[in-house]
Nanobody, 124 residues
Framework: QVQLVESGGGLVQAGGSLRLSCAAS????????MGWFRQAPGKEREFVAA????????RYAASVRGRFTISRDNAKNTVYLQMNSLNPEDSAVYYC?????????????????WGQGTQVTVSS
């Protein structure tokens, strides 16, 4: 079992940056692959980024590739999402998720543990 708590969301102007953090409880954090997803009002939850246990393997949604970076610090049990060049279409609640099967997947069903989410709003 792992608990995830996101932070770092907020209101930012288009073109700006934010860094989201996701702090995990438990001593097995380093054995999980981690993902970031987002959900805008009226839309399904969608994949943003995922990374392997050591951070060496990453994957991104096409819409964020080159602008967002996923990273992790296993000593701090924390995964990050650096978001640059934000635009209003990036506005959503952002969730981090953990996969003990270490798939580095892009599907919601591949993740067993979820945080409560943090709101990101990008103004034009």
């Amino acid at each position: 079992q792992v608990q995830l708590v996101e932070s770092g969301g907020g209101l930012v102007q288009a073109g700006g940056s934010l860094r989201l953090s996701c702090a995990a409880s438990g001593r097995t954090f380093s054995s999980y692959s981690m993902g970031w997803f987002r959900q805008a009002p009226g839309k399904e939850r969608e994949f943003v980024a995922a990374g392997g246990q050591s951070g060496g393997i990453t994957r991104y949604a096409a819409s964020v590739r080159g602008r967002f970076t996923i990273s992790r610090d296993n000593a701090k049990n924390t995964v990050y999402l650096q978001m640059n060049s934000l635009n209003p279409e990036d506005s959503a609640v952002y969730y981090c998720a953990a996969d003990p099967a270490r798939r580095v997947g892009a599907r919601v069903v591949e993740y067993d543990y979820w945080g409560q989410g943090t709101q990101v709003t990008v103004s034009s």
